[in-house]
């Protein structure tokens, strides 16, 4: 059980072109759903909290304009790259929870690599 | 300063040996305290979790917990090529804020 999927597994795009990225909790509703960042040889980094039907919280110095989060249901959401660049090449990770105390569990999603040409 | 700290390694070790990784974090308000698992190009997984200070096991695995000093750690017992990954430590204050180190990159040599 707790099951998260992303798709695509990985994408290359051009420089200027916008990219969508798909989050799904496959075998439970998530109350919530983070999106996080991860460069190479670094952590995960936070960019946004979202919950069904409300906008997306985003972490200091994330640009809501060029990241746009659709939380569409308990099941999915989408993390949109708009006009990518190559400084936004990375690995995308999306997380999913049921509830809201501290004691539960983020899942994680296998992460979407962007490159950007 | 970062809210948590960890030796990025990598560390490399003999199969069979006993694995120490470990953290530390800045802010006492973090309760509870969180360690995943990453394979390459992979999202991380979650191995084990613990609220107080103490020792928690699980197979061979083992997570402690040091409040008075901020330290976190993981061992991991008879090692295996298969627990070569990447391990980050994380915290927590509240429900959804989950802070990661940077993660040790563990290689076990067979």
């Known amino acids: 059980g707790a099951v998260v999927s992303q798709h695509p597994s990985w994408v290359i795009c051009k420089s200027g072109t916008s990219v969508k990225i798909e989050c799904r909790s496959l075998d439970f509703q998530a109350t919530t759903m983070f999106w996080y960042r991860q460069f190479p040889k670094q952590s995960l980094m936070l960019m946004a909290t979202?919950?069904?039907?409300?906008?997306?919280?985003?972490e200091q110095g994330v640009e809501k304009d060029k990241f746009l989060i659709n939380h569409a249901s308990l099941t999915l959401s989408t993390l949109t790259v708009t006009s990518a660049h190559p400084e936004d090449s990375s690995f995308y990770i999306c997380s999913a929870q049921v509830g809201g105390d501290i004691t539960d569990t983020q899942y994680f999603g296998p992460g979407t690599r962007l490159t950007v040409l | 300063q970062k809210e948590v700290e960890q030796d990025p390694g990598p560390l490399s070790v003999p199969e069979g040996a006993i694995v120490s990784l470990n953290c530390t974090y800045s802010?006492?308000?973090?309760?509870?305290f969180m360690w995943y698992r990453q394979y390459s190009r992979k999202g991380p997984e979650l191995l084990m979790y613990t609220y107080s200070s103490g020792n928690k096991e699980d197979g061979r695995f083992t997570a402690q917990v040091d409040k008075s000093s901020k330290y976190i750690s993981l061992f991991i017992r008879d090692s295996q090529p298969s627990d070569s990954a990447t391990y980050l430590c994380a915290v927590k204050t509240g429900a959804n804020n989950l802070f990661f180190g940077t993660g040790t990159r563990l290689t076990v040599i067979p």
């Open positions: 802010n006492s308000a973090f309760q509870y």
């Open positions: 979202s919950n069904e039907g409300s906008k997306a919280t985003y």
